[in-house]
């Protein structure tokens, strides 16, 4: 199995017209940079399957993902994915319950970074805001079954 793990892009500040962190919503710029990812990747990686927070940063981040995705699909939201659950096996569960062989999970840190390092066994991965990340996955969503293929940080694609 394929995973692309994608941290939110650029979102505005609680404060800024948005009263909860659930509601944040992607900067111009952040919604450029989620486009221009998904942009880059065409033609690189294809998606089964596109899962993610479901924060409202989260899932504009992920939704240019899905032209990377059969005709037809739609986001798959995870709770566990909202920051500070912190619960990688829950990740796993339902990542691994989709039953694909390449999938995107777009959430937040210090989550994402803590199921990346779940992952690829120890410690945690920092992710920049709209880095990109391939984990290569042999035997399955498991701990420490995963190996790290590619990191992109959002210059790279911007």
Do not use: I
């Not at 479901?54 to 005709?71: D, G, M, N, S, W």
């Not at 694909?100 to 970074?113: E, M, T, Y």
């Not at 498991?142 to 992109?152: A, H, I, K, P, Y």
């Amino acid at each position: 199995m394929q995973l692309l793990l994608v941290r939110h892009a650029e979102a505005v500040d609680v404060g800024d017209g948005v009263a909860r962190d659930s509601d944040r919503h992607l900067t111009p710029r952040g919604l450029r940079s989620a486009a221009n990812l998904a942009e880059k990747l065409r033609g690189r990686v294809q998606l089964d399957a596109v899962v993610c927070s479901p924060f409202v940063r989260a899932k504009q981040t992920a939704e240019p993902l899905l032209a990377l995705a059969p005709a037809g699909s739609e986001l798959v939201y995870c709770p566990q994915l909202v920051p500070m659950y912190q619960d990688p096996d829950a990740v796993a569960e339902q990542v691994a319950a989709l039953r694909v062989r390449s999938v995107a999970v777009v959430g937040h840190l210090p989550d994402l970074g803590v199921f990346a390092g779940w992952l690829l066994g120890g410690g945690a991965v920092e992710f920049d805001r709209g880095t990109a990340a391939m984990v290569h996955l042999d035997r399955g969503v498991t701990e420490g079954g995963g190996s790290l293929r590619w990191l992109l940080s959002p210059e790279w694609y911007e």
